[in-house]
């Protein structure tokens, strides 16, 4: 069965710093990645996917999350964040492109 | 605009009573879904279709029916059997085959049961 692990539930940073949100996943078959952010009482917005291809993908708004197979790994990063960066951020995988499996989620705390 | 709605935002109810939650997606996607939302716990789905008038449960459907009737909505019951109903429930489409995998979220519906 698939599972995900975001492994830090809170990430505190200072405004301009890099951030790493931490995903690793188990699963027995080739997974469909995807990063998802939620802004307090609000939906779900997807902030990136891999599908295949190359394993490094980018989102419109300068994050980025590298797939690494071996590791089983889809960590998110972002050279230098912003206050409106604040938000909740969700891993998510899925086998077969329709059901997906959450991670707990991992706050991201950006502080002036 | 296209996207999707549920209704209402905020929904208030005792103990003992049924309530239906609203979501409706004019995106024209044929899967929907249910998920069920707890701090620290990520996301759990509880019921999910890929055509009208076919449904599967998910991982918490206990307490929880659905139907689907039209393309567009996809209404979630929460009985009075669900123990701990008190969540915020979040609804999503996809498309169901293609190259497109994203489901969109819609706003959420913030339920407390007292």
């Known amino acids: 069965a698939q599972s995900v692990t975001q492994l830090d539930s809170q990430v505190p940073v200072f405004e301009e710093a890099p951030v790493e949100l931490r995903c690793n996943y188990s699963?027995?078959?080739?997974?469909?990645l995807f990063w998802y952010v939620q802004y307090p009482n609000q939906g779900l917005q997807l902030l990136l996917k891999?599908?295949?291809?190359?394993?490094l993908v980018e989102s419109i708004n300068g994050f980025e999350a590298e797939f690494n197979k071996s590791q089983t790994s889809f960590h998110l990063r972002k050279p230098s964040v912003h206050i409106s960066d604040t938000a909740e951020y969700f891993c998510?995988?899925?086998?077969?492109?329709?059901?997906?499996?959450f991670g707990a989620g991992t706050i991201l705390r950006v502080k002036s | 605009d296209g996207g999707i709605t549920q209704s209402p935002k905020y929904l208030f109810r005792k103990e003992g009573q049924n309530v239906t939650l609203s979501c409706e997606q004019n995106l024209n996607h044929d899967a929907m879904y249910w998920y069920r939302q707890d701090p620290g716990q990520g996301l759990r789905l509880i019921y999910y279709?890929?055509?009208?008038?076919?449904?599967q449960k998910g991982d918490i459907a206990e307490g929880y029916s659905v139907s689907r009737e039209k393309k567009e909505s996809f209404p979630l019951t929460v009985t009075s059997a669900q123990k701990n109903p008190t969540a915020f429930y979040l609804c999503a489409s996809s498309i169901k085959s293609g190259t497109e995998y994203e489901q969109y979220f819609g706003p959420g519906t913030r339920l407390t049961v007292t």
């Open positions: 279709s890929q055509i009208v008038n076919d449904f």
């Open positions: 998510a995988v899925s086998e077969d492109g329709n059901k997906l499996v």
């Open positions: 699963s027995s078959v080739s997974v469909y």
């Open positions: 891999y599908l295949s291809g190359s394993t």
